[in-house]
């Protein structure tokens, strides 16, 4: 160590404090960020001006926001370009406080653009732990490569005091919040203090409901919509009635604007087998809810674990794949993550029938990769090792009859995988998988592109009411070998028919 570099910086400080300048007690973060705007937020160890400079090059500055003199600023930039990388400079009336290369934000991919993006989502964060140190300097190692970081509640221990926040939260992502939004969710921990007084101090959300309250929020970024919900303080009477009528209705629009990826994010996990078991409030409100809005995804904290289930409906399995997920045609499921162990750990309580991927006493986060039509779910252990990764396809390349009678619509659902279908695979076999909703014959094939009959599934056996699968082991109706290539299958249960394509490889 440079004993007199040390002792230089020493009197520097004194001299600072001496001449009554201004320090910077915390931050700069940002918030808030959307496809046009930002918040840029700072505290200062006294009452000052507070100026904000920004401008897509460092020293270039295109814009100036002034904010009134107090401790705590909070600039909001509007009248942005999407997709672009804003560098940003803080000062008082006098003194530059921050500036350089690292401050930045970026904001949105255009709502409906079908563009590559990718995010972190973490639970049970800040408690001073060594873990918590090591998982956030990977998170630091990764970031270059995500957009947004979603925090699944219990955001520092162990009550969600502003003391534990000042100790344990900002000194250790520092690094990331100066230029990675943070999009946060409450906790069971964050309420403990003044009902998440200091939480809501230091996050500003996008508070997009009528009741322009900050517990619950949504937003787009390109073909994906992420929604926020609370389940720690809204939970009873009218304002947890408001609560879910804003997200049945968020999500509808979501929809109806072509939104292909629908993420939701809280805290306690409705499936789990941690430090936690399943959550009754979260399985008997939220869940029915998601599930009937098509939601693809659910993120959640609180079990100190990392978990993932299979694609699931109504507490029940739909697609038995380890990893691979399409979802085409009217086919419902969701994916459930629990990502609550990038602070606090613990051992599982057991295996989860539910779940696909558990794993115990280890320290990581999830992050997510969105690519048009296909998501990829991966946990990242704090040493950069991925032990866990699925894959959801929105395969869309189905056809079907519409029948205006719903009891005349028997199919209730129907998927395949895993699709590309891998004959080198043991065993190889496409499994596809419907519900019916009455007894009825049921009618199935494999064509090649010419519409020629490859191979019979199913010539009028009839079915009863509930779940089937059928199986093409990627061979001919005698068991010849075909080539590989593109097929498709064809099944008809009553006048309603489902199509879609299947990928042959060797």
Request: a positive charge; hydrophobic letters at 40%; aromatic letters at 12%.
């Amino acid at each position: 160590m440079n004993i007199r570099k040390v002792q230089f910086g020493v009197m520097l400080m004194l001299l600072w404090a001496q001449a009554g300048w201004t320090q910077i007690s915390l931050g700069p973060y940002v918030q808030r960020v959307s496809t046009d705007r930002a918040t840029v937020v700072w505290y200062t160890d006294k009452a000052t001006p507070g100026v904000l400079k920004y401008g897509t090059a460092s020293g270039q500055w295109l814009g100036i926001i002034k904010v009134k003199a107090e401790t705590v600023h909070a600039a909001e930039v509007t009248g942005l370009k999407p997709d672009t990388k804003y560098f940003y400079e803080v000062s008082d009336s006098a003194t530059t406080l921050a500036t350089g290369a690292e401050y930045y934000f970026e904001t949105h991919i255009p709502a409906g653009v079908r563009a590559p993006f990718s995010f972190i989502a973490a639970g049970d964060l800040a408690d001073g732990s060594t873990n918590q140190k090591e998982v956030a300097a990977r998170m630091i190692i990764e970031r270059p490569k995500h957009k947004f970081a979603l925090l699944l509640g219990d955001i520092v221990y162990s009550s969600g005091t502003r003391q534990e926040y000042l100790k344990y939260f900002f000194p250790v992502y520092k690094n990331l919040h100066r230029n990675l939004c943070f999009f946060p969710t409450l906790g069971n921990h964050d309420i403990k203090t003044s009902k998440a007084a200091p939480y809501f101090e230091f996050f500003y959300t996008p508070a997009n409901n009528p009741e322009k309250v900050e517990n619950y929020y949504s937003f787009d970024y390109a073909n994906a919509h992420i929604v926020c919900l609370d389940d720690e303080l809204l939970v009873s009477g009218a304002a947890l009635t408001k609560q879910l009528d804003w997200a049945k209705k968020d999500l509808a629009e979501a929809k109806s604007r072509g939104r292909q990826w629908l993420i939701v994010m809280f805290h306690r996990p409705p499936y789990t087998s941690g430090t936690h078991t399943d959550d009754d409030f979260t399985k008997a409100q939220f869940v029915p809810v998601l599930e009937s809005a098509g939601v693809d995804l659910v993120l959640c904290g609180h079990s100190h674990v990392a978990e993932r289930s299979f694609l699931l409906n109504n507490s029940k399995i739909v697609n038995e794949d380890l990893s691979n997920y399409p979802k085409n045609g009217i086919a419902p499921g969701t994916v459930y993550v629990v990502s609550g162990n990038a602070g606090q750990t613990g051992n599982l309580a057991g295996k989860h029938k539910l779940m696909a991927f558990q794993m115990g006493d280890i320290g990581g986060f999830e992050i997510v990769y969105i690519n048009g039509d296909t998501l990829r779910g991966k946990y990242m252990k704090k040493d950069g090792k991925v032990i866990d990764s699925f894959t959801m396809i929105k395969a869309g390349n189905f056809t079907r009859v519409e029948i205006s009678d719903p009891a005349q619509r028997p199919l209730q659902y129907v998927f395949n995988y895993p699709n590309p279908l891998r004959l080198s695979q043991t065993p190889a076999g496409l499994k596809i998988v419907f519900e019916l909703s009455q007894t009825l014959p049921i009618y199935a094939a494999v064509y090649d592109l010419t519409g020629r009959e490859v191979a019979r599934l199913d010539n009028g056996a009839l079915l009863r009411p509930g779940r089937h699968v059928l199986q093409w082991d990627g061979k001919g109706s005698n068991g010849e070998p075909i080539a590989s290539g593109m097929y498709f299958y064809r099944l008809r249960a009553g006048a309603q028919v489902h199509a879609a394509k299947v990928l042959l490889l060797p």
